[in-house]
């Protein structure tokens, strides 16, 4: 059964949060950052107070100066990257569908990238993911609201020859702010045994932690 797959509208985007969390990262001040966009500090006020919203060009070049402070290389060749990780890593887009799955990711469930990719995580997935996936929705991860989260979870694994697999799974979950623009999750993690889930659990005061980007 396929899932809903919404579009995420470049106007849900909260972008306050992401000025901010951006301006506040690079240690910028408003004027600075007004120089680097060619607009004016009290422009710059006004989009993080929601007095106004950027244009589109401005919409465009905060997202080029979000991907050029964390890659240094094009969308399609950090997807490549991430897809030959050795690590259990995974990008999911604000419809919930896998965009990316690294070989560690598909071996962890032993897998092929077919098994993943273009599914959707409320169709590949039952357990805690789909609660992680609802709670980062609600928490604004695709709109920017997000700077971090931490997780520990019981997954099952609907492999599509109708076979299911259950891990245990430490997660780190961060928003990626692609050109387009869009945000993404990019998720990592790795299998844990059932010691190492209940004591991280135990660390976090329960399954999950999300850290607000303000």
């Excluded at 004027?31 to 060009?57: K, Y």
């Excluded at 465009?60 to 060749?77: E, K, P, T």
């Excluded at 979870?153 to 609907?158: A, C, E, G, K, R």
Aim: glycine share 8%; with cysteine.
């Amino acid at each position: 059964m396929s899932a809903p797959s919404p579009t995420l509208d470049v106007q849900a985007i909260h972008w306050p949060s992401v000025i901010r969390h951006y301006r506040l990262s690079k240690g910028l001040k408003q004027a600075a950052l007004a120089h680097d966009l060619g607009v004016t500090q009290t422009m710059v006020s006004r989009w993080e107070s929601s007095a106004a919203l950027p244009s589109d060009r401005i919409q465009a070049r905060l997202f080029d100066l979000y991907w050029a402070s964390q890659a240094s290389v094009s969308r399609d060749v950090w997807l490549d990257r991430i897809g030959r990780h050795p690590a259990v890593v995974g990008v999911i887009n604000a419809a919930g569908r896998i965009v990316r799955a690294s070989r560690g990711f598909c071996r962890a469930l032993d897998c092929d990238r077919h098994g993943l990719e273009g599914r959707y995580v409320h169709e590949a997935f039952e357990g805690d993911w789909l609660d992680l996936y609802d709670d980062l929705c609600s928490s604004g991860l695709f709109e920017g609201r997000v700077s971090s989260a931490e997780s520990i979870d019981t997954v099952t694994f609907h492999a599509p020859d109708g076979t299911r697999r259950t891990r245990y799974v430490h997660g780190l979950h961060r928003p990626s702010f692609l050109p387009g623009p869009e945000i993404v999750w990019l998720m990592s993690g790795a299998e844990v045994s059932v010691r190492v889930r209940d004591d991280v659990r135990m660390r976090l005061g329960g399954n999950r932690i999300i850290r607000k980007a303000i």
